[in-house]
């Protein structure tokens, strides 16, 4: 699908907060509703030039005398997986994994709270109720599922599903597959021999887009030297959005 002519958004910018990411900067975002016939087609385009979308609202930083979020996607139909890759993809080949409608569950809300609370304890998202979740999760203007991650089934004759151990919400894209927010089990490689379950996630999406013909997997954003988003550089060929455009590197 090309780009379709739209409607043009009216965009708003957020009032300065401190950053979540740098001490001592502050974080602005320039923003706009998203809804109507034209949802998908907008979406597609702004996320092409860096927004991200949230719910109903597409946003990107908009920050003074500070470009330290860079836009970033997998190539994925140029990604080979490295050797220790391989090896991940195949620890975890296990896992039944389903693409489920975006209808919150309870279970998917608590293994975020699990998430948060270990690995984002002071987060922005820290404070989100079973409510919030749920917005996060339904309330979306495109193609959206929720990709679940679950141990094998103790007993398959019960039908019942395996422990849920990860779980991201993916917007569909005719380009590729945006990863809206992932989150897993941080007890899991301890608890369960499951190591690297968010680099397994990420791996995942780009063999699917990969089998589904799709040129990207989008990242997020990425800041250079902040060590918890590092990861985000480790599936070559990255690409990059700068003033110029993508660029790999």
């Not at 979406?43 to 470009?67: H, K, M, W």
């Not at 991201?168 to 990863?179: A, R």
Request: charged share 25%; proline share 6%.
């Amino acid at each position: 699908m090309t780009d379709q002519s739209f409607r043009f958004p009216r965009f708003f910018v957020t009032a300065p907060a401190p950053c979540p990411y740098i001490p001592g900067r502050a974080e602005r975002k320039v923003f706009t509703e998203i809804k109507g016939s034209d949802a998908t087609a907008m979406t597609e385009a702004l996320s092409r030039i860096g927004f991200r979308r949230s719910q109903n609202v597409v946003y990107r930083p908009s920050c003074d005398g500070c470009a330290a979020c860079v836009s970033v996607r997998v190539a994925a139909g140029e990604f080979v997986a490295s050797t220790s890759q391989k090896r991940l993809l195949k620890r975890h080949a296990d896992l039944d994994v389903s693409a489920c409608e975006p209808w919150s569950t309870e279970e998917q809300y608590e293994l975020m709270r699990r998430y948060l609370g270990a690995r984002h304890p002071a987060g922005g998202m820290a404070a989100m109720d079973a409510y919030d979740f749920a917005d996060m999760v339904e309330q979306t203007p495109v193609e959206t599922v929720v990709i679940e991650y679950r141990e094998p089934a103790a007993d398959e004759e019960s039908g019942r599903p395996g422990r849920l151990v990860g779980a991201c919400l993916t917007d569909k894209q005719s380009d590729g597959l945006s990863l809206v927010y992932s989150f897993f089990d941080p007890d899991a490689a301890k608890a369960l021999g499951r190591p690297s379950l968010g680099t397994f996630i990420i791996l995942d999406h780009i063999v699917r887009a990969q089998r589904a013909g799709l040129p990207y997997v989008y990242l997020g954003y990425w800041i250079e030297g902040r060590e918890q988003m590092d990861y985000k550089t480790r599936f070559a060929p990255v690409e990059r959005l700068g003033p110029r455009g993508w660029v790999r590197g």
